[in-house]
């Protein structure tokens, strides 16, 4: 897709921006990297551990019909079999016959009606070929076709064929659910967008299992719980909902939805939610000759539950919500004189750092004690950071690239060298609007809790 200037330079500040704080860099960076693998860094691995649990604290957490799980990510090939991986997970590849570009049939543009390379322009290219995207691997010592598996190319399978299991523990009735956060990884052809699509990557998977009549409503229902899960990690803008077309669906689907993002690059998926009918455990039980089916106590029912399925990417929602959060303004600084400074509003609940505590001077002992004390009475609670060095604006500044939603200041009225009515309190400083308000010491956890929860 042919981006702008401005969307190419706004990605090229997200992807700087990434790498100077320590959000995300490129994996094995010092052997020339590996191609759509990524590395998350102090601050990147903060925000993906509190998108994760928080997507965990809404779906299993804050309800009474979804249990979790955590499956392995080596899994016996059959169940890749049974489920149509091995067979159809795959795109159609052309390669160009010029250039030796090998590129992905379906995002071709045309030129004249005829598809044309986007590396070298040309239009010499080959007929489509499917290309598997699961990465093979060998179990055990001998490397045959015996021995081969795949790394899962999403989490959604172990749910199924654990779900008796699960059944069986949790006692829960239909609809009830199985959420699960996991690696998988796929061989894209072309990784790309910075960690958009990458090789490896994380999902948050939820299979809602239902009777057949509960499906489309449920669809309908998972659909609004997802998009508001989005708003509440800070994407309030952006967000457009796409409804599959029934003819593009996979032939299971009774209904799909694309939650999508504008991101710089283009509206791209954030997430899937579908509803795929029996058809999952229908496979499973066929390939493994296990039964997977429910039976309903008051009814007497005996049948294979329906599923709706949403599915999320933390990685991409990582980048969108660092997407969505990036700003830069015109502030003006000590002196009076405009400055840019770059921000990201990161919504305090899902913010790497919630509180930069610095103390006004390094060289003053009582000021540098009574942070040090602040800091540590608030660590235990949330994710601080104790910053000492350089002027207080320029460490203000650092913290606002960092997406840190709040800055104590403790100065000379805390230590009760001025009005004698601050003692004992602190200057907190809000990053978005970088207004000041003096809150009492005692009064901090409180105050700070209510806002990142
Ligand atoms: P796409 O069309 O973008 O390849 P998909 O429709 O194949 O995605 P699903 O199989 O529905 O994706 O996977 C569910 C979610 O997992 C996606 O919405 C996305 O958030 C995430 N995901 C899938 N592939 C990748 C990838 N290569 N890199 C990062 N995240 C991914």
């Given at each position: 897709m042919a981006q702008n200037r401005s969307a190419t330079d706004q990605m090229e500040k997200i992807v700087s921006l990434c790498k100077r704080r320590g959000f995300i860099f490129q994996s094995s960076e010092i052997y020339g990297g590996l191609n759509g693998c990524w590395d998350y860094g102090p601050l990147g691995t903060e925000l993906k551990r509190n998108l994760k649990d928080f997507w965990w604290r809404r779906m299993v957490y804050e309800r009474d019909d979804v249990v979790g799980m955590d499956g392995s990510i080596l899994m016996n090939r059959q169940v890749w079999i049974a489920s149509g991986h091995e067979a159809t997970f795959s795109d159609p590849m052309v390669d160009c016959r010029i250039c030796k570009a090998r590129l992905r049939a379906d995002q071709l543009d045309e030129k004249n009606g005829r598809k044309q390379?986007?590396?070298?322009?040309?239009?010499?290219?080959?007929?489509?070929?499917?290309?598997?995207?699961?990465?093979?691997?060998?179990?055990?010592?001998?490397?045959?076709?015996?021995?081969?598996?795949?790394?899962?190319?999403?989490?959604?399978?172990?749910?199924?064929?654990?779900f008796k299991n699960i059944?069986?523990?949790?006692?829960?009735?239909?609809?009830?659910?199985?959420?699960?956060?996991?690696?998988?990884?796929?061989?894209?052809?072309?990784?790309?967008?910075?960690?958009?699509?990458?090789?490896?990557?994380?999902?948050?998977?939820?299979?809602?299992?239902?009777?057949?009549?509960?499906?489309l409503e449920l669809l309908e229902y998972w659909l609004k719980e997802r998009l508001k899960f989005y708003s509440d990690v800070g994407i309030t803008s952006g967000l457009h909902v796409h409804k599959i077309p029934p003819e593009e669906c996979a032939h299971y689907s009774k209904g799909t939805y694309d939650i999508e993002f504008e991101f710089p690059f283009g509206i791209q998926e954030l997430e899937g939610v579908a509803y795929r009918t029996d058809y999952d455990l229908t496979q499973h039980q066929s390939a493994s000759g296990k039964s997977l089916e429910y039976f309903d106590e008051e009814s007497k029912k005996r049948f294979i539950p329906h599923v709706v399925e949403p599915s999320a990417g933390v990685d991409r929602t990582a980048l969108a919500v660092i997407c969505a959060a990036y700003d830069e303004e015109k502030v003006p600084d000590e002196k009076g004189n405009f400055e840019m400074r770059t921000v990201l509003r990161l919504h305090p609940r899902i913010a790497p750092i919630k509180c930069g505590i610095f103390p006004l001077l390094k060289n003053n002992k009582l000021l540098v004690a009574r942070a040090r004390e602040i800091y540590e009475q608030l660590r235990p609670y949330m994710m601080v950071f104790y910053d000492e060095s350089g002027a207080i604006g320029r460490r203000y500044r650092r913290q606002d690239e960092a997406g840190t939603p709040f800055g104590v200041t403790v100065d000379f009225d805390t230590i009760g060298e001025n009005d004698p009515a601050n003692v004992e309190t602190v200057t907190v400083r809000e990053r978005d609007s970088m207004k000041q308000q003096r809150i009492a010491i005692s009064e901090l956890k409180p105050y700070l809790m209510e806002k990142i929860r």
């Amino acid at each position: 897709m042919a981006q702008n200037r401005s969307a190419t330079d706004q990605m090229e500040k997200i992807v700087s921006l990434c790498k100077r704080r320590g959000f995300i860099f490129q994996s094995s960076e010092i052997y020339g990297g590996l191609n759509g693998c990524w590395d998350y860094g102090p601050l990147g691995t903060e925000l993906k551990r509190n998108l994760k649990d928080f997507w965990w604290r809404r779906m299993v957490y804050e309800r009474d019909d979804v249990v979790g799980m955590d499956g392995s990510i080596l899994m016996n090939r059959q169940v890749w079999i049974a489920s149509g991986h091995e067979a159809t997970f795959s795109d159609p590849m052309v390669d160009c016959r010029i250039c030796k570009a090998r590129l992905r049939a379906d995002q071709l543009d045309e030129k004249n009606g005829r598809k044309q390379c986007p590396v070298c322009g040309g239009f010499d290219l080959t007929e489509p070929r499917a290309f598997n995207l699961m990465f093979k691997t060998y179990v055990g010592a001998t490397e045959d076709e015996s021995a081969l598996t795949y790394l899962r190319p999403e989490t959604a399978q172990a749910i199924f064929v654990q779900f008796k299991n699960i059944l069986d523990v949790s006692r829960k009735r239909l609809p009830f659910g199985i959420a699960q956060i996991g690696k998988a990884f796929r061989n894209e052809i072309n990784p790309r967008n910075f960690t958009f699509r990458s090789r490896e990557f994380e999902q948050m998977e939820l299979e809602y299992f239902c009777w057949p009549d509960q499906g489309l409503e449920l669809l309908e229902y998972w659909l609004k719980e997802r998009l508001k899960f989005y708003s509440d990690v800070g994407i309030t803008s952006g967000l457009h909902v796409h409804k599959i077309p029934p003819e593009e669906c996979a032939h299971y689907s009774k209904g799909t939805y694309d939650i999508e993002f504008e991101f710089p690059f283009g509206i791209q998926e954030l997430e899937g939610v579908a509803y795929r009918t029996d058809y999952d455990l229908t496979q499973h039980q066929s390939a493994s000759g296990k039964s997977l089916e429910y039976f309903d106590e008051e009814s007497k029912k005996r049948f294979i539950p329906h599923v709706v399925e949403p599915s999320a990417g933390v990685d991409r929602t990582a980048l969108a919500v660092i997407c969505a959060a990036y700003d830069e303004e015109k502030v003006p600084d000590e002196k009076g004189n405009f400055e840019m400074r770059t921000v990201l509003r990161l919504h305090p609940r899902i913010a790497p750092i919630k509180c930069g505590i610095f103390p006004l001077l390094k060289n003053n002992k009582l000021l540098v004690a009574r942070a040090r004390e602040i800091y540590e009475q608030l660590r235990p609670y949330m994710m601080v950071f104790y910053d000492e060095s350089g002027a207080i604006g320029r460490r203000y500044r650092r913290q606002d690239e960092a997406g840190t939603p709040f800055g104590v200041t403790v100065d000379f009225d805390t230590i009760g060298e001025n009005d004698p009515a601050n003692v004992e309190t602190v200057t907190v400083r809000e990053r978005d609007s970088m207004k000041q308000q003096r809150i009492a010491i005692s009064e901090l956890k409180p105050y700070l809790m209510e806002k990142i929860r």
